[in-house]
């Protein structure tokens, strides 16, 4: 049975890695945090000391990626849309939530200075949001709102009736 791909992306902080693991539980998809995999499998070209964290290297993680997702039935989860190829995904979801939700978020996280700002500026300028509509086919990115339980619940709904959906019409 074939199975979508769904790309879940968004500034850090949004929800993408809550979303996806229970969309995972609901649909029987496969959940892979491109983040997560990064760590696990190294895939890292060096290091940037302003914002304290790794630099992927995208295309071992495209690399690594490839197999599972010529299979379909897989939620991909990171930050960044644009080098993934455009083929690999059926629908695209843009997670957005308000500057107060998402502050708090990311300091609790321990994001501070230009880190912190810079991802709160991501946000407002809808930088992800652009990247996605530039990097695939504009009828298939959707923006969701993420700022409270009951968006989540919303949000889980709908992607899990567009699953369903998408598998009937293609199978």
Known sequence: MRRPNVLLTGTP???KTTLGKELASRTGLTYIN??????AGKLYE?????????????DRVIDELEDK???GGVI???????FFPERWFHIVFVLRTENSFLYDRLESRGY???KLQDNIQ??????IYEEAVL?????????????????????LDQITQWVEQWTKDNN
Not at 46 to 58: H, R, V
Not at 141 to 154: A, F, G, I
């Open 13 to 15: 902080g949004v929800g």
């Open 34 to 39: 491109v983040g997560d995999m990064a760590k």
């Open 46 to 58: 060096g290091f940037d000391e302003e914002y304290n964290c790794p630099i992927l290297d995208e």
């Open 69 to 71: 997702m010529s299979e």
């Open 76 to 82: 991909v989860d990171y930050h960044g849309c644009d």
């Open 112 to 114: 501070r200075g230009k």
């Open 122 to 127: 991501c946000e407002i300028f809808q930088t």
């Open 135 to 155: 990097s695939y086919r504009e009828e298939i990115v959707h923006q969701l709102p993420s700022n409270t339980p009951e968006d989540l619940e919303r949000n």
